[in-house]
Structures are given as C-alpha cells and as structure tokens.
C-alpha cells in the first residue's frame, strides 16, 4: 500500500528546534516532489515547503522562510523537516504529502504528527 | 502570492441535496486547482484535480469545474459520508496557496 507515515512531533518551547521525518514507501519515491502542509488547531490547512525530486531545489513559505529546511534522503525514502527558531504560531499538525505531475495535486498525504510550540 | 476565495464559510444542508462551494483566485491559475475533502481528526484526501478530472476512487457524485479564477465544487446527492469540511487549492505556483475550507453540516 502507497504510504507516507510523520514521525518527530513533540512539545516543543519557544526558540527551540524539532525536526520532523515521513518515511515514504510502496512507490518509487525518487520520482516525486514532496510537500510539507500544516494545520493549526481548529484552522485551515497551509502549505508550508517543498523539494524537488533529487533534492536539488526547495521551496518555503514566507513564515518560516529562514527558519525551517526541508530535505530529503532518497536512499531512504523519507522527507525530512528541520524546525528552527520555533514560534507559539507553529503549533499544528504538519502532513507529508506527494506532489505528483503532471497536474501538481497533492495525491497521498501521512496521517500527520502534532506539534506544539509553549512554555 | 495568490490568494484562494471559498464561499461558503459553512453550510448545512440535508442528505440527497445538491451541493456548490465556490472558490476563486486572485489571479489567473488557468486550471491548475485542486479540492480536497477532510473529515475531523483525519489527513486530507484529494477528490479533484486540474479543476475537473475526478481523482481515482472518489465517488462520481462529485464533479468539479471552472478555469481562470472561478472553479466550482459539486456534490450532486449529498450522503452521509460526504459531512466534512472541503479547501480548495491552486498548485500554479508556489506557495501552493489553500481556501480557507467550506464546513458541510447536517441540517
């Protein structure tokens, strides 16, 4: 079965840093970009990073431009997301998801892992 | 960035009802737009995309359509399943803006 499981969420306090992993299986992961979505609580979904399929490029999202990483191990199969210089607003869930092309939708997402930013 | 319209916020409606959500773009994303469907405590799932192509295994009661910057969600008979809150998505460009989400209630 296609997958992607979240794992690394925790408590987390201000100023501090976390990185997040989703380990990808059942699909040729090198063939896809990745995508990091998250959901604060009770709030819609925001799309927060991307990265090419080799690795290569990444793209952020302007609130955690500088702070957050998104990289991946393709020898592994897993996506991986440093967090840095957390902030009270990063407390969401944070979803992996697969970018598949042509058409750019985001077809399979992990169940996601919660992370709360507080003191 | 690109900023996604929904409309409604929320609605209610009654099994059997048919059911439109709006969307709209600030700028033109030509089709590139996506709609997904998400009940409580679970991850996304997509339902449409490139604004009218039906993702695999979803339902054929749901249908999608528009280009430009108006695109359209619709449930033709609204089933119990179908209570869940809905965004829209353009993926034109980065960030990969979402809608704000449409809550579909029982009435």
């Known amino acids: 079965e296609v997958q992607l499981v979240e794992s690394g969420g925790a408590l987390v306090q201000p100023g501090g840093s976390l990185s997040l992993s989703c380990a990808a299986s059942?699909?040729?992961?090198?063939?896809?970009?990745m995508h990091w979505v998250r959901q604060a609580p009770g709030k819609g979904l925001v799309w927060v990073s991307r990265?090419?399929?080799?690795?290569?490029?990444?793209n952020y999202a302007d609130s955690v431009k500088g702070r957050f990483t998104i990289s991946r191990d393709n020898a592994k199969n897993t996506l991986h997301l440093q967090m840095n210089s957390l902030r009270a607003e990063d407390t969401a869930v944070y979803y992996c998801a697969r970018g598949r092309t042509p058409d750019r939708a985001l077809d399979i997402w992990g169940q996601g892992t919660r992370v709360t930013v507080s003191s | 960035d690109i900023q996604m319209t929904q409309s409604p916020s929320s609605l209610s409606s009654s099994v059997g009802d048919r059911v439109t959500i709006t969307c709209r773009a600030s700028q033109n994303i030509s089709n590139y737009l996506n709609w997904y469907q998400q009940k409580p405590g679970k991850a996304p799932k997509l339902l449409i995309y490139t604004a009218s192509s039906l993702q695999s295994g979803v339902p054929s009661g749901f249908s999608g359509s528009g280009s430009g910057t108006d695109f359209t969600l619709t449930i033709s008979s609204l089933q119990p399943e179908d209570f869940a809150t809905y965004y829209c998505?353009?993926?034109?460009?980065?960030?990969?803006?979402f809608g704000q989400g449409t809550k579909v209630e029982i009435k």
């Open positions: 990265i090419n399929s080799d690795g290569s490029s990444a």
């Open positions: 998505q353009q993926s034109y460009t980065t960030p990969r803006t």
């Open positions: 059942a699909f040729t992961f090198t063939n896809y970009w």
